[in-house]
């Protein structure tokens, strides 16, 4: 007849006193308490499964009553029964619940900067800030579209549907932003493809959308410009006469010669210049192409930084100081909205502009027998800092065109003037 074990009692279980060695107290059925010398009581359970012998623990007493440790025993007895091992079990649910719990953390918020931040080697410093903006205004706010309202930002990036995407770009489109929803649905697919790559998403959901069907077909919107020789003068004596913040001005005055990108001139500093060589070096963090450059500056830019140097609230960082903040460069809208004062409209002209105002004019000069400069189309794109595909010619392009970059870029200086003084 087997030994029937009398079931311990929580005062019993209260007045057991530590001793030097472990020692048990058993409250029948496997479940037993272990009064160790490190002066603990755990819980433990004892069984058998599939003809193997068990052991696990149910937690310390008193954080675990002997009502509740005898629960949990029942509760394994009855697992048994049925065929399940409930260590095995209990790593399962606990896994199950791990992964859970990862899944709520991974959110599109948290995925999509994890992206951000991965992403930023393969572009400039600019642009990358460009594409947080980008992510804070039209993908992690709340959108509103036919009278509903959502937003994806905190939901598990594994749980985003096609339909919640196509609902931002809707709605981007319903205001007028074609081409924000258009450029929204490219940083998506970019997203998606780094979630799909470390495995947190099975499948881009991207690639399942057309976006002709949801935005409609592209068309493609170049920057305006100004090529007309009488509307450039106009321009020039314009931001000659530019009556606003100093810094702003002579930005204004060096873009048409530098015709840069905005983000390259705001944030030009003085120990990027080499006066004695004429020579500005721009490091690779801020340029688009992830590539240094160096730009020959014609002796009329020479001359307004000079002027700028001599000029008593200089920066000893940044050429065109910010009127409010002596430590940082002018604002990204700085130069747009001094050409607004001018009375230039977006429509019109935009600081891009200045670039295909070079492009246009050099390349209508390449071969005019008796103005033309003489250089070729390929000194043209080197002066615009434009990337050339084919990587042998690339670096046979850095190697040659020096010279070449810097005639045609004072051939157009003195193009300008004489437009500008007719």
């Known amino acids: 007849m087997a030994r029937l074990t009398k079931p311990l009692t929580d005062k019993e279980i209260k007045e057991a006193k530590y001793k030097p060695n472990d020692y048990t107290l058993s409250d029948g059925g496997g479940l037993y308490l272990l009064v160790t010398s490190r002066k603990t009581k755990l819980w433990r359970f004892n069984y058998i499964f599939e ?36 260590s095995q079990k209990r790593k399962d649910d606990k896994a199950q619940i791990k992964e859970v719990e990862a899944q709520k953390q991974n959110t599109f918020y948290h995925i999509s900067q994890l992206w951000h931040k991965s992403y930023k080697e393969n572009v400039s410093e600019n642009y990358h800030i460009k594409l947080s903006r980008a992510l804070d205004n039209y993908l992690y706010k709340t959108h509103e579209y036919n009278g509903i309202k959502q937003s994806i930002k905190d939901k598990p990036i594994d749980e ?38 470390h495995e947190y998403v099975p499948h881009n959901i991207i690639f399942d959308i057309d976006k002709k069907v949801v935005l409609g077909t592209r068309k493609k919107q170049n920057y305006p410009t100004i090529t007309d020789p009488k509307e450039i003068k106009i321009l020039l004596n314009l931001i000659d006469e530019y009556s606003g913040d100093y810094s702003t001005k002579k930005a204004l005055q060096v873009l048409p010669y ?160 004489e437009v500008k003084n007719g």
Do not use: C
């Not at 009502?67 to 009855?78: G, L, T, W």
């Not at 490219?186 to 780094?194: A, D, G, M, P, S």
């Not at 307004?304 to 990204?332: A, M, T, W």
């Open 51 to 86: 003809d193997k012998r068990a052991l696990t623990s149910f937690g310390t007493y008193p954080t675990v009553s002997l009502k509740q440790a005898r629960i949990k025993r029942d509760e394994f007895k009855e697992l048994i029964a049925h065929g399940i091992n409930p």
């Open 160 to 197: 985003v549907t096609r339909k919640d995407i196509i609902f931002i770009l809707e709605a981007l489109k319903d205001r007028g932003l074609q081409e924000t929803a258009n450029r929204t649905a490219v940083i998506l697919q970019q997203i998606y493809r780094y979630a799909v790559t």
């Open 258 to 417: 530098l015709f840069v990108r905005n983000s390259n001139l705001r944030q030009m500093e003085w120990q990027e210049i080499d006066f004695e060589a004429r020579v500005w070096s721009i490091p690779k963090e801020k340029m688009k192409t992830k590539e240094p450059f160096s730009l020959p500056l014609p002796h009329q830019v020479i001359k307004i930084l000079k002027e700028i140097q001599g000029y008593e609230l200089k920066s000893p960082k940044y050429v065109f100081v910010s009127s409010v903040y002596k430590d940082r460069p002018i604002s990204d809208n700085t130069l747009i909205i001094a050409l607004r004062r001018l009375g230039y409209t977006k429509e019109q002209l935009v600081p891009h502009s200045f670039r295909s105002m070079f492009s246009t004019r050099a390349n209508t000069y390449a071969n005019d027998p008796q103005n033309g400069h003489g250089y070729t189309s390929e000194v043209i794109e080197a002066l615009l800092a434009h990337k050339e595909p084919n990587k042998v010619k690339s670096a046979y392009n850095r190697a040659t065109y020096t010279e070449a970059m810097r005639g045609l870029i004072e051939w157009y200086g003195n193009y300008l003037d």
